[in-house]
């Protein structure tokens, strides 16, 4: 089933349980579903690493309103980027804990033959190909800091 379906079932839920966060937020996915597929050269389709790409984006737009949402103690905003947050996070797959993430980079580390943080750019270039969708950019490029620096 692709995203659009199900999002659409989810949508379809949603407006039965007069849910308001999941409408407001399985809308903003549809219309990102909608503007991918009508984007030039995307002749009404998108590929499912397109829809993962696109769905990560949203959740990192989210995480970061929520930071600056709790940085100016708003919790009313950030309560309604936590509840889309939430939503979003259930169309994309299962994310790496912090010790399964530093399990993979050690061994992308040694396959790349890092040395030192001059390294790093060699590291995410294959990291990021190799982890995209398992885990945040952000949590890559810290944890690829810290290895390299050890």
Known sequence: ???????????????????EAALRSLRAIKAAIIIEKTAEGANG?????????MLQ????????SLDIFMK??????????R?????IEKFLPQQM???ELRTELRAIIAQVGAKSP????????VASKQLAGKTDGKAINE??????AQ
């Open 143 to 148: 944890a690829v800091k810290e290895l390299l």
């Open 97 to 99: 804990s912090p010790e």
């Open 72 to 81: 100016q103690n708003r919790e009313d905003l950030a309560a309604k980027e």
């Open 118 to 125: 001059a390294d790093m750019g060699k590291v995410m270039g």
């Open 45 to 53: 389709e998108i590929s499912e690493a397109t829809e993962l790409k």
């Open 57 to 64: 984006k949203m959740a990192k737009q989210r995480r970061d």
């Open 1 to 19: 089933m692709s995203l659009e379906q199900k999002v659409m079932d989810e949508l379809k839920n949603a407006m039965r349980a007069k849910d």
């Open 83 to 87: 509840e889309e947050l939430s939503i």
